[in-house]
């Protein structure tokens, strides 16, 4: 255990961040120490945190880069410091999803799980059972159901967890451990409890007849976990839910018993199940007192739990809350500014019109104290608080002016110029304070997105004030001292006051004049434009292209343009057929708790996002393989189709990505018929249901791989069968009738080896392998390629195996060496040997594998 004490001076360091600056290239460079002997532990688990700490950062590794990483770090087994092997497990977990031939450490991770050294034994299960895949996991299965039932409380939550984690991927075999997981939930242990009460319950998810038997059996009798306690309350509060009979009431009658109890965690969660249950209010006042004695505690944890559930009941039953309004407002000076926020939007959400203004006042002391996400949050709060009562406009504009003036960054000012913007759109009372506070902010405003903004409202409210004349100065200011997008944005508003009111046309004109002679092309363009029409005195033009001017929908536009420079360029373009831009009412949530900023899928999690709209996709397993596209079509054909293919252990999807180039015809009910040799079972085909023009959609083919590996190889024919519509090229609406049937052939496809196997070029310690695997079974063949280039002979044997390069030795004799993992699990390991002779290039191949069959499949797809 003395590996686990920290010196003195380290716990005294109090420096920054060590890992601020890291630079991923050094620390893989870095992990060549591992290779040093003896072992140094210290340095190990330095570089480790490293990479863990880049890998949960969102660091993205290499394939060949994360796979020699890995292996470098299985050499860490030989060190028996408790430390490092437990940091050598977290890097495995965290590198097996980026590397390749992971399943290589199964046997040091089963050996470290079936040893006696507890230290090691939870972590090992966790790691062993993240990178096993279904087809390998009945070889650990009988450890796994001794390790469930392990008397090592640490061993057996392990365990579960994993078990809970792999039921996922294969549940049936899971649900063979049920004995063991029903004894593991009578466990002293809390987590165990827990655990194991956890994976029951997610086998019995859709048996509810079985989750009844499940949670009453603990009705009766003392449950010492809280954990486990808060699990059944939300397995009951699920039953509750779904059934409104009188059945039920023994598990509600649980819930509000569990309010009762001595954990503060149990009473949170009895609280919380009751107040989101589908209950009349007076139900939930038991639940809402405990929530407003949390709101008094000492206790940041609980203050933060009763504020936090208190405003999302607010969003439902704002009248449940007004009961709480004394212990909310004490809130408001919580040192903890999440609880304080949340105290005063739940506060502003339910307070009456009589509180407004005591309301404004306490907010203004807390308010600069909280960063600028609270203060948004705030914002939205008020500006919903004035619509619920329109004659507070006056002290509510005049609190959002003021929070104008205070410091802060553009998201914060654009909240709160919107929050006043919509005030005077939607209360005519509010218009002329409202406006004066935005005339006095854009005079110091540095944002010119939000100047641009609060010009566009001037001018579009402006005109129809009592003193319009009032706001020119404001206007016109900006033409002097702002940039160029800004000084544009004025001159448009100067002119829909010229527009709107006669009596200040000549002023207007004298300022556009003096606009022409702007540095800015845009500036002087549009003094010009307005200047012009203002002369003509024509009405309908000044309505159309000054005041009322009607908003494209700029992707219709672009594409009526794009079709009028193919088809009519020599005819005048004609804007009205173009759709208006629809204006699309947003309605925000009563109180918004949690501020997140968007994230940037991935290409696996768009692939996944995109196959989970398979009917029972979770059958197939997980997925092995994913293959570059192939084009199916020509580039410049009327339907272009693109196919993905993506590998399972027993199956395939072919995903036919399908483009309609078209613009005057729409395509239903289309699918793939698919002509597949014998050996291969089509299962379903999932047909798009209709292709609208420049808009890709899929078509899915689920194909059953056959059971001998030497049959899984096969070229495919394919073709588009659909029903073609005409429709109008501008609008997309199909003319009437059923239209007529139409196929569309596409290029053949095959499944090969390359599409079956992951493989890489070989490791330094490739010989090793190659020798400790001579008892293997193994194949070999001698081949005469048709190439008169030795090196591009080897590209094309490399691309047949699935290889990613070849490492040349000579330049007359190259061989290829490789590893990799079969469909199924099955690794194999690859050798060639090429040579130039006088009748062209000869190979000789060598195939070692477990499986004899798959060494013939490969054989078979260089012959």
């Known amino acids: 255990m003395s590996s686990f004490k920290r010196d003195k001076k380290e716990e005294e360091d109090s420096g920054g961040n060590p890992y601020e600056n890291l630079d991923i290239t050094i620390v893989l460079q870095e992990t060549r120490y591992f290779n040093e002997t003896p072992v140094n532990p210290r340095k190990c688990i330095h570089i480790l945190s490293k990479i863990l700490y880049l890998l949960i950062q969102g660091e993205k590794i290499a394939t060949t880069d994360a796979t020699n990483v890995f292996f470098a770090t299985t050499k860490l087994f030989q060190s028996k410091n408790v430390m490092l092997r437990r940091m050598v497990y977290l890097c495995i977990k965290e590198l097996s999803t980026m590397a390749q031939d992971i399943i290589i450490v199964t046997s040091s991770l089963t050996k470290d799980m079936t040893g006696k050294e507890d230290l090691y034994r939870p972590a090992a299960i966790r790691a062993l059972c993240s990178i096993t895949d279904s087809t390998m996991l009945q070889a650990i299965e009988r450890y796994m159901k001794q390790a469930i039932v392990d008397r090592n409380p640490a061993v057996s939550s392990a365990a579960l967890v994993s078990a809970l984690h792999l039921s996922s991927s294969a549940p049936d075999l899971v649900r063979r451990w049920t004995n063991e997981i029903l004894e593991a939930i009578n466990s002293e242990d809390t987590m165990v409890s827990y655990h194991a009460l956890g994976i029951a319950a997610s086998l019995k998810k859709n048996d509810k007849l079985s989750t009844v038997k499940l949670i009453t059996r603990f009705f009766g009798s003392s449950v010492k976990?809280?954990?486990?306690?808060?699990?059944?309350?939300?397995?009951?509060?699920?039953?509750?839910?779904?059934?409104?009979?009188?059945?039920?009431?023994?598990?509600?009658?649980?819930?509000?018993?569990?309010?009762?109890?001595?954990?503060?965690?149990?009473?949170?969660?009895?609280?919380?199940?009751?107040?989101?249950?589908?209950?009349?209010?007076?139900?939930?006042?038991?639940?809402?007192?405990?929530?407003?004695?949390?709101?008094?505690?000492?206790?940041?944890?609980?203050?933060?739990?009763?504020?936090?559930?208190?405003?999302?009941?607010?969003?439902?039953?704002?009248?449940?809350?007004?009961?709480?309004?004394?212990?909310?407002?004490?809130?408001?000076?919580?040192?903890?500014?999440?609880?304080?926020?949340?105290?005063?939007?739940?506060?502003?959400?339910?307070?009456?019109?009589?509180?407004?203004?005591?309301?404004?006042?306490?907010?203004?002391?807390?308010?600069?104290?909280?960063?600028?996400?609270?203060?948004?949050?705030?914002?939205?709060?008020?500006?919903?608080?004035?619509?619920?009562?329109?004659?507070?406009?006056?002290?509510?504009?005049?609190?959002?002016?003021?929070?104008?003036?205070?410091?802060?960054?553009?998201?914060?000012?654009?909240?709160?110029?919107?929050?006043?913007?919509?005030?005077?759109?939607?209360?005519?009372?509010?218009?002329?304070?409202?406006?004066?506070?935005?005339?006095?902010?854009?005079?110091?405003?540095?944002?010119?997105?939000?100047?641009?903004?609060?010009?566009?409202?001037?001018?579009?409210?402006?005109?129809?004030?009592?003193?319009?004349?009032?706001?020119?100065?404001?206007?016109?200011?900006?033409?002097?001292?702002?940039?160029?997008?800004?000084?544009?944005?004025?001159?448009?508003?100067?002119?829909?006051?010229?527009?709107?009111?006669?009596?200040?046309?000549?002023?207007?004109?004298?300022?556009?004049?003096?606009?022409?002679?702007?540095?800015?092309?845009?500036?002087?363009?549009?003094?010009?434009?307005?200047?012009?029409?203002?002369?003509?005195?024509?009405?309908?033009?000044?309505?159309?292209?000054?005041?009322?001017?009607?908003?494209?929908?700029?992707?219709?536009?672009?594409?009526?343009?794009?079709?009028?420079?193919?088809?009519?360029?020599?005819?005048?373009?004609?804007?009205?057929?173009?759709?208006?831009?629809?204006?699309?009412?947003?309605?925000?949530?009563?109180?918004?708790?949690?501020?997140?900023?968007?994230?940037?899928?991935?290409?696996?999690?768009?692939?996944?996002?995109?196959?989970?709209?398979?009917?029972?996709?979770?059958?197939?397993?997980?997925?092995?393989?994913?293959?570059?596209?192939?084009?199916?079509?020509?580039?410049?054909?009327?339907?272009?189709?693109?196919?993905y293919k993506h590998i399972f252990g027993r199956h395939v999807v072919l995903q036919f990505e399908c483009v309609n180039t078209l613009n005057d015809q729409l395509l239903e009910q289309v699918h793939v018929k698919l002509e597949a040799p014998p050996e291969f079972n089509i299962l379903s085909i999932i047909p798009c249901q209709k292709l609208i023009y420049n808009k890709p959609d899929s078509i899915f083919v689920i194909v059953e791989l056959p059971c001998a590996f030497l049959d899984s190889l096969g070229t495919f024919g394919a073709s588009l069968e659909f029903t073609v519509k005409d429709c109008d090229p501008d609008t997309g609406d199909p003319d009437a009738g059923d239209g007529y049937a139409d196929t569309y052939p596409l290029e053949e496809f095959e499944i090969n080896c390359s599409d079956q196997m992951k493989a890489e070029i070989a490791r330094d310690d490739f010989e090793d392998t190659w020798e400790y695997a001579s008892n293997t079974p193994e194949v070999s063949d001698t081949f005469s390629l048709p190439y008169n280039d030795i090196k591009e002979a080897a590209k094309a044997v490399c691309q047949h195996l699935a290889l990613p390069k070849a490492t040349i030795s000579d330049d007359s004799i190259q061989e290829i060496k490789g590893c990799g993992i079969f469909r199924g699990g099955a690794p194999v390991l690859m050798k060639a040997k090429l040579i130039m002779v006088k009748e062209g290039i000869t190979m000789k191949l060598t195939i070692r594998s477990p499986r004899e069959d798959i060494a013939q499949l490969l054989l078979s797809a260089i012959g």
């Open 225 to 643: 976990s809280p954990y486990k306690l808060c699990l059944l309350i939300r397995l009951a509060a699920q039953i509750v839910e779904s059934d409104d009979s009188d059945s039920s009431k023994c598990f509600m009658d649980f819930i509000e018993y569990c309010l009762r109890h001595k954990s503060e965690m149990v009473i949170y969660e009895a609280a919380h199940a009751i107040v989101n249950l589908n209950r009349p209010v007076k139900d939930l006042a038991p639940a809402v007192s405990v929530l407003q004695l949390f709101c008094g505690s000492s206790k940041a944890t609980l203050r933060l739990a009763g504020a936090r559930t208190l405003a999302s009941l607010t969003v439902k039953r704002p009248t449940a809350v007004a009961a709480c309004t004394v212990d909310l407002e004490n809130l408001i000076s919580d040192p903890n500014r999440s609880v304080a926020t949340l105290a005063v939007t739940t506060l502003l959400a339910t307070g009456a019109e009589s509180s407004v203004d005591r309301l404004m006042k306490q907010i203004s002391n807390f308010i600069s104290e909280i960063s600028d996400e609270f203060k948004i949050i705030v914002v939205q709060a008020i500006r919903r608080l004035c619509t619920k009562f329109p004659r507070k406009h006056q002290s509510i504009v005049a609190f959002l002016a003021g929070m104008l003036r205070d410091e802060g960054g553009l998201e914060f000012k654009a909240a709160i110029a919107d929050a006043i913007i919509e005030i005077v759109e939607e209360n005519p009372d509010a218009k002329e304070t409202g406006l004066a506070h935005l005339c006095e902010f854009i005079e110091d405003c540095e944002h010119s997105a939000l100047a641009v903004r609060i010009l566009h409202l001037l001018g579009r409210e402006g005109p129809k004030s009592r003193q319009p004349s009032r706001y020119i100065r404001f206007i016109y200011n900006r033409v002097i001292l702002e940039s160029g997008p800004v000084r544009a944005a004025a001159v448009s508003a100067v002119a829909q006051f010229g527009a709107q009111r006669p009596e200040m046309l000549s002023n207007i004109k004298v300022l556009l004049a003096r606009c022409e002679l702007d540095d800015d092309d845009e500036v002087r363009d549009r003094a010009i434009f307005y200047n012009a029409i203002l002369d003509s005195r024509d009405m309908q033009l000044i309505n159309d292209y000054i005041v009322n001017v009607v908003t494209p929908d700029l992707i219709s536009l672009e594409r009526t343009l794009r079709n009028y420079i193919t088809d009519k360029p020599e005819t005048e373009f004609d804007i009205t057929t173009v759709p208006k831009e629809e204006i699309k009412d947003v309605h925000e949530e009563v109180v918004k708790i949690d501020v997140k900023k968007p994230t940037q899928k991935t290409i696996d999690e768009i692939y996944k996002e995109t196959l989970s709209h398979i009917p029972n996709i979770d059958r197939l397993g997980p997925i092995f393989k994913r293959m570059n596209p192939i084009e199916l079509t020509e580039a410049e054909t009327e339907y272009t189709v693109r196919l």
